[in-house]
């Protein structure tokens, strides 16, 4: 699905600078996955997350971010998750930003669903490490190394884990032309392991790579966008000492869709041989995260739609209807939730520390 209303922006603007803001981003979510396949169990998130967090703009081309992230699953007397938010951005050019500490993470990826879970954005909301990120009339990339556990010399019976992941959209045409040709290309590695630690465990490094090729169509009216999106997905485990039942994989995955003012509808067909998603969404895989099985081929047939309004600057509402169908045993999976979206800034002071 199209994730923008749960994106953050990350450009800093000149006339920000000496500015101070309180950023507040919610999101109050509800997804039910009534699941029937051997894959991945059905489950319910219902949670609300809150990023609450002070900006300082020292110049114009840095930012200065900290606060702190809540996650509350509904039915629980407590924050589930309680982490900090510390970010540093620099722009290094007019297109170019470095950032260190809190990443722009999980959904502004903008990965495939294969290969990146979106569930992740209410259970892995907070990610850590460097990032680059590029924007121009033509390229945006996204390169991103997050630290999701560290390991301390006395940790020796932990590992390490982290995820390397590069997103880059090559843009034949200017963003702001009707006709929309982009080349999106991506890349991920999760890696398990370490030198420190005494398990005597072999290390784990999983790739998925995806090249793809995304028309699309601009209109005025009802219809904003009508378009086309066809992506050959690769799996490879390239672990010094593989432990995975397939060491590589592909798969073929076309999607038409239509936007409109207040709907978007998508239709997909996924074809899987010996697929694996390290970070992915489990029903697209071809092992299971529930039992020790593996189904090597995955035929499904996907539909997606979902409704949605901006009811205020940064705050939207929706609902969403998913459905997979398994073409090798003829089951059908479905997913269905709604949301509420906040994400502004308020202007506290100017403070003027650096002349």
């Not at 169990?41 to 930012?63: C, D, H, M, Q, W």
């Not at 722009?104 to 979106?118: A, C, L, M, S």
Request: net charge positive; aromatic share 18%; glycine share 6%.
């Amino acid at each position: 699905m199209d994730m923008t209303r749960f994106k953050d922006n990350y450009f800093i603007e000149e006339s920000d600078s000496n500015k101070v803001y309180l950023n507040i981003k919610n999101t109050n979510y509800f997804r039910n996955n009534e699941f029937f396949n051997d894959l991945d169990e059905g489950f319910t998130t219902f949670a609300s997350l809150i990023n609450a967090t002070v900006k300082y703009y020292p110049s114009s081309r840095s930012k200065l971010e900290t606060g702190i992230h809540l996650v509350n699953y509904y039915g629980r007397d407590k924050f589930d998750k309680v982490r900090p938010i510390i970010r540093f951005q620099y722009r290094l050019t007019k297109n170019l930003n470095f950032v260190i500490g809190s990443l722009y993470g999980t959904v502004n990826h903008d990965f495939i669903e294969p290969v990146f879970r979106q569930e992740r954005y209410i259970d892995n909301n907070i990610e850590s490490g460097v990032q680059m990120l590029y924007d121009s009339k033509y390229i945006h990339s996204d390169l991103y190394l997050n630290w999701e556990k560290y390991i301390f010399r006395t940790s020796l019976k932990d590992k390490e884990v982290f995820t390397v992941g590069w997103t880059n959209e090559f843009r034949l045409f200017k963003k702001e032309r009707r006709l929309k040709v982009n080349i999106p290309v991506q890349f991920l590695t999760a890696h398990i392991g370490g030198q420190v630690d005494t398990l005597s465990q072999p290390l784990e490094s999983l790739t998925n790579f995806v090249l793809g090729a995304h028309v699309g169509y601009k209109f005025d009216g009802l219809v904003n966008e009508i378009g086309a999106k066809i992506y050959a997905v690769h799996y490879k485990d390239i672990s010094d000492i593989p432990k995975r039942k397939f060491r590589k994989g592909n798969a073929f995955y076309p999607i038409i869709y239509g936007k409109s003012k207040y709907l978007n509808v998508y239709a997909g067909y996924w074809n899987a041989n010996s697929f694996i998603v390290p970070r992915g969404e489990p029903i697209f895989g071809s092992a299971s995260v529930i039992k020790n099985i593996s189904l090597p081929n995955r035929e499904l047939f996907i539909f997606k739609a979902e409704l949605f309004y901006e009811f205020s600057k940064g705050a939207n509402i929706g609902a969403r209807y998913e459905t997979y169908y398994n073409l090798h045993g003829g089951k059908y999976d479905m997913s269905y939730g709604c949301y509420i979206n906040l994400n502004r800034d308020f202007f506290l002071k100017t403070v003027k520390i650096f002349k």
